[in-house]
């Protein structure tokens, strides 16, 4: 860990599974946490928000190190109607924003705004290698990702601003959550190809990586995925494998878009996307589950 960690941590979104892991691994250490609720408060670590219009009180942000931002309504929710498509945005850019304004409000004292993003920032872009340089695609979930890191952005220009563009988590809470029935019960196969690059990460190296983060004077883009490149294919191998199920029933894509929706499909089933991590790993950042296999078998338990 970088020589000065943090030593209080604001945390909006602390009910989540990103959310949940990173408050538990920073009170670990000692790292005081106030949490960000929609609920009423229920202790002094917590402070209400976002119940109307009102700005949030900037003192509330006052004299932290940090100042984490991982709200957002599930994008594994389906289908995407266009009710939902507004709530996947305003649950993103409302709390940014709202945060950005009080941030900005303490002028030199501001502290640094860590706001989560996604890899989805990326869109498709088969064969191509992706890293925080790399063009913005095209979609609905690329506009969402591009329109919330902007939100982010207007925390500036003295407050440090990094944006977390964070893979899907390889967790039974995450990204295995509807894989893992299917697997279970022999029904798991190819989606679509199965040959697209799907960007993937643990969730502790999310959380030790979000701390490196906080604990570093990294900005802009940060790509939060794993170092090692994997196809749909090797993620369902993976678990068709550590579950000891079969992996032969394809999944057509119009079958799929006709289920989840166009968008829902193409944004996280079809979407092909080599994402690099390089800022982190130029950092210094290590990784303790390098490939997609270590990955979902940190995740899941050994069938017997």
Same mark, same amino acid.
């Given at each position: 860990?970088? &020589?000065?960690?943090?030593r209080?941590v604001?945390? *909006?979104g602390?009910s989540g599974?990103?959310?949940? *892991?990173?408050? &538990?691994?920073?009170r670990?250490?000692?790292?005081e946490?106030?949490?960000?609720?929609?609920?009423? =408060?229920s202790g002094?670590?917590?402070v209400? @928000?976002?119940?109307?219009?009102?700005?949030?009180d900037?003192?509330?942000?006052a004299?932290a190190d940090?100042v984490? /931002?991982?709200n957002?309504?599930s994008?594994?929710r389906f289908?995407w109607?266009p009710?939902?498509?507004?709530?996947l945005l305003w649950s993103r850019?409302?709390?940014t924003?709202t945060?950005?304004t009080?941030?900005?409000a303490l002028?030199?004292d501001?502290p $640094?705004?860590?706001?989560?993003s996604?890899?989805?920032?990326?869109g498709?872009q088969p064969?191509a290698?992706l890293?925080?340089?790399?063009r913005?695609?095209?979609?609905?979930?690329?506009?969402? /990702?591009?329109?919330w890191?902007n939100?982010a952005?207007g $925390?500036?220009?003295r407050a440090?601003? =990094?944006l977390?563009?964070? $893979?899907?988590?390889?967790h039974e809470?995450?990204v295995?959550?509807?894989l893992l029935?299917?697997?279970?019960?022999?029904?798991a196969g190819p989606?679509?190809?199965g040959?697209?690059? !799907?960007? !993937?990460?643990?969730? &502790?190296?999310?959380?030790?990586?979000?701390?490196?983060?906080?604990?570093?004077?990294?900005e802009?883009p940060v790509?939060?995925?794993?170092p090692?490149?994997?196809?749909?294919?090797d993620?369902g191998?993976a678990l *068709?494998?550590?579950?000891?199920r079969?992996?032969?029933?394809?999944?057509?894509v @119009?079958?799929?878009k006709?289920?989840?929706g166009r968008d829902?499909?193409?944004a996280?089933?079809?979407?092909d996307?080599?994402v690099?991590?390089?800022?982190l790993?130029?950092?210094g950042?290590?990784f303790l589950?390098?490939?997609?296999?270590?990955?979902v078998?940190?995740?899941?338990?050994?069938?017997?």
């Amino acid at each position: 860990m970088p &020589e000065s960690p943090a030593r209080r941590v604001v945390l *909006a979104g602390a009910s989540g599974l990103i959310g949940s *892991a990173l408050a &538990e691994a920073l009170r670990a250490d000692g790292v005081e946490v106030t949490s960000l609720v929609r609920h009423p =408060a229920s202790g002094p670590h917590e402070v209400q @928000w976002l119940q109307d219009a009102t700005p949030l009180d900037p003192s509330v942000l006052a004299g932290a190190d940090a100042v984490v /931002c991982l709200n957002g309504a599930s994008i594994g929710r389906f289908p995407w109607t266009p009710s939902y498509k507004s709530r996947l945005l305003w649950s993103r850019i409302t709390p940014t924003r709202t945060l950005a304004t009080a941030i900005r409000a303490l002028g030199d004292d501001a502290p $640094a705004l860590v706001n989560a993003s996604a890899t989805g920032y990326y869109g498709s872009q088969p064969g191509a290698v992706l890293t925080e340089s790399s063009r913005r695609g095209d979609g609905f979930l690329v506009d969402i /990702c591009d329109e919330w890191e902007n939100a982010a952005r207007g $925390a500036g220009p003295r407050a440090r601003v =990094a944006l977390l563009r964070t $893979a899907p988590v390889v967790h039974e809470r995450g990204v295995l959550k509807p894989l893992l029935l299917l697997t279970k019960l022999g029904a798991a196969g190819p989606i679509g190809r199965g040959t697209q690059v !799907w960007p !993937w990460i643990t969730l &502790e190296d999310e959380v030790r990586a979000i701390r490196h983060v906080i604990d570093s004077d990294l900005e802009g883009p940060v790509n939060l995925t794993g170092p090692t490149r994997a196809t749909a294919n090797d993620l369902g191998f993976a678990l *068709a494998r550590r579950m000891n199920r079969p992996y032969v029933l394809r999944a057509p894509v @119009w079958a799929m878009k006709l289920a989840l929706g166009r968008d829902a499909t193409e944004a996280l089933l079809t979407s092909d996307a080599d994402v690099r991590p390089t800022v982190l790993e130029d950092a210094g950042f290590t990784f303790l589950h390098r490939t997609v296999e270590d990955a979902v078998a940190s995740a899941v338990p050994a069938a017997r």
